[in-house]
T-cell receptor, first 116, second 115 residues
Framework: NAGVMQNPRHLVRRRGQEARLRCSPM?????VYWYRQLPEEGLKFMVY????????ESGMPKERFSAEFPKEGPSILRIQQVVRGDSAAYFCASSRMHPLDPTEAFFGQGTRLTVV | DQQVKQNSPSLSVQEGRISILNCDYT??????FLWYKKYPAEGPTFLISISSIKDKNEDGRFTVFLNKSAKHLSLHIVPSQPGDSAVYFCAASARIKAAGNKLTFGGGTRVLVKP
């Protein structure tokens, strides 16, 4: 039973390039969340997706950032025209959610993005 | 506006003694609370959780206490072991359907357990 898989683990991009981060949720999980952790800070919610739907993107920057979770394949977090301030660890989490049974979100190992 | 706060950035404790980590929240809609443990270069690992209908949950060496009136929760680790050295995050969730399991995290507490 594989856990949440994120790739790549490390990504280096030059300013102005695009970054694509991938997340495959745990088997049986249809809810995916993306979080960002800046150095020496806690994790900050970015976006919550279910298959083919964005449910809550209240934590996403208004420009350059987008996310998708297609019917087939992993969830993708896409950052266009990266800037140095985008350097951070990006974590994906997945969960199943039963309305009567609170469940925990399980996290991947993260993608560490460095913008040079 | 930080809705979940961990006011102690670090904690040092002797092996075998108790570690107490504290967390305060401001949002009354939060009804489910979790603690995660994180090692460097790894993702957070779920440790223990508590629903707002309870005031205590215990799992082995880990106990979480919830004081709803004070909007405060704490994590007790006893006895502390060197392998417990990590950063611990408190997180909260409001299980409103649209919010799913969206978590609001505190800033973390770095725990060092000395042999």
């Amino acid at each position: 039973n594989a856990g949440v898989m994120q790739n790549p683990r490390h990504l280096v991009r030059r300013r102005g390039q695009e970054a694509r981060l991938r997340c495959s949720p745990m088997k049986g999980h249809s809810h995916v969340y993306w979080y960002r952790q800046l150095p020496e800070e806690g994790l900050k919610f970015m976006v919550y997706l279910q298959k083919e739907n964005i449910i809550d993107e209240s934590g996403m920057p208004k420009e350059r950032f987008s996310a998708e979770f297609p019917k087939e394949g992993p969830s993708i977090l896409r950052i266009q025209q990266v800037v140095r301030g985008d350097s951070a660890a990006y974590f994906c989490a997945s969960s199943r959610m039963h309305p009567l049974d609170p469940t925990e979100a399980f996290f991947g190992q993260g993608t560490r993005l460095t913008v040079v | 506006d930080q809705q979940v706060k961990q006011n102690s950035p670090s904690l040092s404790v002797q092996e075998g003694r108790i570690s107490i980590l504290n967390c305060d929240y401001t949002n009354s809609m939060f009804d489910y609370f979790l603690w995660y443990k994180k090692y460097p270069a790894e993702g957070p690992t779920f440790l223990i959780s508590i629903s707002s209908i309870k005031d205590k949950n215990e799992d082995g060496r880990f106990t979480v206490f919830l004081n709803k009136s004070a909007k405060h929760l704490s994590l007790h680790i006893v006895p502390s072991q060197p392998g417990d050295s990590a950063v611990y995050f408190c997180a909260a969730s409001a299980r409103i359907k649209a919010a799913g399991n969206k978590l609001t995290f505190g800033g973390g507490t770095r725990v060092l357990v000395k042999p």
